[in-house]
């Protein structure tokens, strides 16, 4: 069996003396869209930021394509794509310029970034801010934006802290489209989110994560049959209530 794209064994971070994240073991396959559920503080953030090296583990190991991150994390850079839950942009670039920064600085050859940035831009609507100033940015059009700037790199993983967070509904359902599309050409996903919906719709499995520890995980539908055929609403408050 290969090994899977993102994997943590034992996974930890402690922040003076209070542990965040504890115990994480995480197996994402090639391809597949795996959703973090969990209330605020729940450590959604601090794992993807483990995951993406800004954030030192404080125990336990991570690989991603099997990359270790203790031995080959400017490797493990290289594959990754992040998009934070409020990402940071130049105030006088536009979007267009922002997205063309970024792909130059990932040497994304010229004729392939028009390509990918144009057709993202199209499917995320944002044909009409794509030329104002960041500055001017609501939240979601920021998150677009730099949506568009990582996808353009053709990052094999992905990683997205609260991707619909300040998005509109018709924003959302273009972004699961696009979530979709990717997977389908093999990107693996790994997403935080708060939306119920996007985690049945698009996740093939979640994870309940609740005061720094994974509670339960699989399929939408095995977690709702595991709770007596509850909504995934009702399992949430379940699990989560049950951890406090
Ligand atoms: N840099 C930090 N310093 C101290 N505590 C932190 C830091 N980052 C996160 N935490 C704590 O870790 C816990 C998990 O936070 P976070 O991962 O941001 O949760 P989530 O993204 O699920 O809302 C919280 O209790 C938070 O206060
Ligand atoms: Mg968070």
Redesign the pocket.
Known sequence: MTEPVILTEQLG?E??G?W??RDLDLAVQPGEIYG?L????????????MLTGL?LPSAGRLRIAGLDHATSSRELKAQLGFVP?TPPLYDYLTGRQYVALVASLWHVPRAQRDERCERLLAMLGMDDHADELCKGYSHGTRKKIHLVAVLTTAPPVLLL??PTSGLDPLSTRRLKELLLAEAARGTTILL?THGLELAEQVCHRVGI?AR?RLRCEGTVADLRAAHGDKTLEDVFVAVTEAAT
Do not use: I, P
């Open positions: 971070r922040f003076a209070t965040a994240v973090f969990g209330q605020n503080g729940a450590g959604k953030t601090t794992t993807l930021r954030l839950d802290d609260e935080s994560l720094g």
